[in-house]
T-cell receptor, first 112, second 111 residues
Framework: EAQVTQNPRYLITVTGKKLTVTCSQN?????MSWYRQDPGLGLRQIYY???????DKGDVPEGYKVSRKEKRNFPLILESPSPNQTSLYFC???????????FGPGTRLTVT | TQLLEQSPQFLSIQEGENLTVYCNSS?????LQWYRQEPGEGPVLLVT?????EVKKLKRLTFQFGDARKDSSLHITAAQPGDTGLYLC???????????FGTGTKLQVIP
């Protein structure tokens, strides 16, 4: 079954404690992205990757890091989380040709 | 700056009514996508439009891309409770890697 998986689904942490949210896709897609979704602001792209070792900033990259060492994985790293990063995060993947984005189930992050 | 404005933000209608959701921008997009998102889940793609003036139909849903590729609309005929959800438009410039989403339209269809 074609899917994008994210872990964990829910995370409560404290300010400054480094965390990683994993994302994996099984469709051999070239493109992967991270978004955050906040009430009234919609989905905003944090980072995207066009292929292994190729990443670029989206609209709201501050406070986040990503890496793409393997085609299937695209982890999101928060080196020093702050309360304003409390949000619902989605990972997505798509093929270069079709652009049909498959989204993961989401990770709800709370930073206290 | 929000590049894609959706209207209305909220819509509550009775089953069987028709509705239209609008997605507007001052920017030109090479393609525009519509997604539906249900609570607790990720968005699911409904359609992609790429040609100015293009109209696509998906059962009771009709999607149109503006001639200038700056706006789009989603029309639902005879809405059903199963249509309830958050509708999102998303525009891409050039390739599909960088996508901008609209703020969304929350639709509630009352039986």
């Amino acid at each position: 079954e074609a899917q994008v998986t994210q872990n964990p689904r829910y995370l409560i942490t404290v300010t400054g404690k480094k965390l990683t949210v994993t994302c994996s896709q099984n469709m051999n897609h070239e493109y992967m992205s991270w978004y955050r979704q906040d009430p009234g602001l919609g989905l905003r792209q944090i980072y995207y990757s066009m292929n292994v070792e190729v990443t670029d900033k989206g609209d709201v990259p501050e406070g986040y890091k990503v890496s793409r060492k393997e085609k299937r994985n695209f982890p999101l790293i928060l080196e020093s989380p702050s309360p304003n990063q409390t949000s619902l995060y989605f990972c997505a993947s798509s093929s270069r040709a079709r652009g049909w984005q498959y989204f993961g189930p989401g990770t709800r992050l709370t930073v206290t | 700056t929000q590049l894609l404005e959706q209207s209305p933000q909220f819509l509550s209608i009775q089953e069987g009514e028709n509705l239209t959701v609008y997605c507007n921008s001052s920017s030109v997009f090479s393609s525009l996508q519509w997604y539906r998102q249900e609570p607790g889940e990720g968005p699911v793609l409904l359609v992609t439009v790429v040609t100015g003036g293009e109209v696509k139909k998906l059962k009771r849903l009709t999607f149109q891309f503006g001639d200038a590729r700056k706006d789009s609309s989603l029309h639902i005929t005879a809405a059903q409770p199963g249509d309830t959800g958050l509708y999102l438009c998303a525009g891409a410039k050039g390739g599909y890697q960088k996508v901008t989403f609209g703020t969304g339209t929350k639709l509630q269809v009352i039986p």
